[in-house]
């Protein structure tokens, strides 16, 4: 006891922290805790008051997040001023409580930021949250233990509509799951209705698709329209196989509004490279490509001479592609004669080279519009003028021929011309080039050596040309000589490149 006071009393005084977070856990998981199953399933009232007390004596603390983690009816908030408020005493296991009391208050004008369960939007929290005077921003988020499945529910937003503060900022953080996710027994049937509040945030994490499809990912983007995009799966594409979004090229074509894009281990077809490289206000733009395959275009030296308009060739509807290990006629179809592609358009959502499943232990073919679609691509890289943030990963999926029959190496062409359009652009200032996924599988000593004397020839010449680039970040991991690797090529890059300017560094 004597030790928490003088802990209370040093959060109470103390003048250095600014960001303060603080989780309620009792160890290992909620069930195996009594607090949670007996009747005296409440924090201690002194407690609660002593910690608040302190808290509300700080005078440096600006951003404070509480996390009571309760098992049901629980609602954490986030806040950008000090901030005293208490739980209601009622037992939340007693039938006759009052529900109306669960998100009692004190100083609530002081509330900037608000987390809210996505399936407790309704009627209750939105007057809750048109109580808060002060609030400019509402996260929606999935603060249950499993992840979520939102099928045809993502009408119940429309609640949002009425929000009397129209300037909030209606943010998106959800993590979706497909075996067993949490979704409510009896939805409401809720008519699709134009969305009227603003969204800045959409992040989502997501599982593979087995029993369930993630299409409603691809609408809600549509409805929404953030302006800062990050998608991650839950299980690494390179090393779990299975998190594979199939939908990219049709979220790229919604660019218009996008400030920052971050797709984090999973792979993105070129179209969607293509769209993405044209949106007008990027200023981020980080995300995975197949490496394989692009260097597969110049090792089979696959190239249509026939001019392609890009540009009128995506004007296709969004199709699921969900279940994609599952249904054979899902499967992006290859054909020879570029003229199907000129009558009929493409649509790389489904688009795949390098397996990223299980099921799967070889590479498909290539398109036979796929090195024009590319040089497209390194034009756009090369003219660039918005995106100041880029970052790039090679990822070729779960099973790869790449790394057993094939040579395992990046085609000297392939690489100088992605190095060429890096070279040419006015505006990255920050880049990281991400060489993680192929050098981890490939398990071959000579083909670690040939790929670092690859990038000790290409990068230099890029750094010279390039006047632009503050700070390189090249990621290449080593199963062999980790330490020698790193020394080797930061002192290679450093003393064969004339830029001072660069900061690099190798990780």
Known sequence: M??????????????????????????????????????N??????????????????????????????????????????????????????????????FKLVYN??????MVDYYEINNESINYINSLKSLETVIIGCLRSSGYLFTNSIWVLTYLNKLNNKDLIINFELDLDCCDPYQPKDLEIIEKEEFKFKTNEFKVSYDFEEETTYEFVYEMIKELNPKYLKIEPDQCVSDGGESHLLQYHSISKLNQNY????????????????????????????????????????????????????????????INFGNYDYDEGQRFK????????????????????????????ECL????????????????????????????????????DFYSCGNGLFNENFFNDFMNSLANNKTIKTLTLDFNSQIYQSKCEYKEKNNINLINKSIPPMLDKNTTLESIVIIYYSIYHRNEIDLELSKEISNLTKNKKCKITIR
């Open 365 to 400: 073919s290539i398109p036979p519009y796929s090195m024009s679609l590319w040089n497209q691509c390194l034009k756009l890289l090369s003219t660039n003028s918005t995106i100041t943030n880029l970052s790039i990963t090679h990822n070729c999926g779960c099973i790869c």
């Open 41 to 102: 399933s409440l924090f201690n009232e002194n407690f609660f008051n002593g910690l608040f007390k302190s808290l509300s004596n700080n005078k440096t603390i600006k951003t404070l997040t509480l996390n009571f983690n309760f098992p049901e009816n629980w609602f954490p908030l986030k806040t950008d001023n000090n901030i005293l408020y208490k739980i209601n005493n009622n037992n939340i296991y007693n039938n006759n409580n009052n529900n109306n009391n669960k």
């Open 109 to 114: 004008d002081l509330i900037k930021t608000i």
């Open 2 to 39: 004597s030790l928490w006071n003088q802990c209370l009393k040093l959060l109470s005084t103390n003048s250095t922290i600014t960001n303060l977070s603080i989780t309620h856990t009792c160890g290992g998981y909620k069930s195996e805790c009594g607090i949670y199953h007996n009747e």
């Open 334 to 361: 290859v054909h020879d004669d570029i003229k199907f592609y000129i009558d009929n358009g493409i649509n790389e959502d489904n688009q795949i080279y390098c397996s990223y499943s299980r099921s799967e232990n």
């Open 259 to 318: 400030e920052s894009v971050e797709i984090i281990n999973d792979f993105i077809p070129l179209y969607a490279l293509y769209r993405f490289l044209q949106s007008p206000n990027l200023h981020t733009l980080k995300f995975d490509l197949q490496f394989h395959f692009l260097s597969s275009i110049y090792n089979n030296q696959i190239k249509d001479k026939t001019e392609l308009d890009f540009n009128k060739m995506d004007n296709f509807k969004f």
